[in-house]
């Protein structure tokens, strides 16, 4: 089993802040903003955040369960950056804005 160690000038909970303020940055940036990207973009540094958390948790508990999750995480991300970004060129292309105050006004 491959065994792995923190620095011992960074302990975990430096990464579990570092992890704390990017989510915190992510949801600022969600609730915030108007363009379809910008909500994006946070969305991403959420899950960023998520998987500094999981990685750091798991090698604390010298477990690798953190870092499967993790790339559980990146895959579903690059997931929703492939369906959101398609999703947004049409709305862009139909609309030509991005601001999604143009999104809730949808008539259907």
Request: hydrophobic share 60%; aromatic share 10%; proline share 1%.
């Amino acid at each position: 089993m491959i065994t792995m160690q923190l620095s011992p000038y960074v302990s975990i909970y430096d990464f579990l802040l570092l992890s704390i303020v990017l989510f915190a940055i992510g949801l600022f940036g969600m609730l915030r903003r108007k363009n379809i990207l910008m909500l994006f973009l946070s969305s991403e540094i959420m899950l960023n955040a998520l998987n500094i958390a999981l990685v750091a948790v798991g090698v604390m508990f010298n477990d690798m369960g953190g870092q499967m999750f993790a790339l559980f995480v990146i895959a579903l991300a690059a997931s929703e950056v492939a369906v959101g970004l398609g999703l947004v060129l049409l709305w862009y292309r139909k609309h030509k804005s991005l601001d999604i105050d143009t999104l809730c006004t949808m008539k259907g």
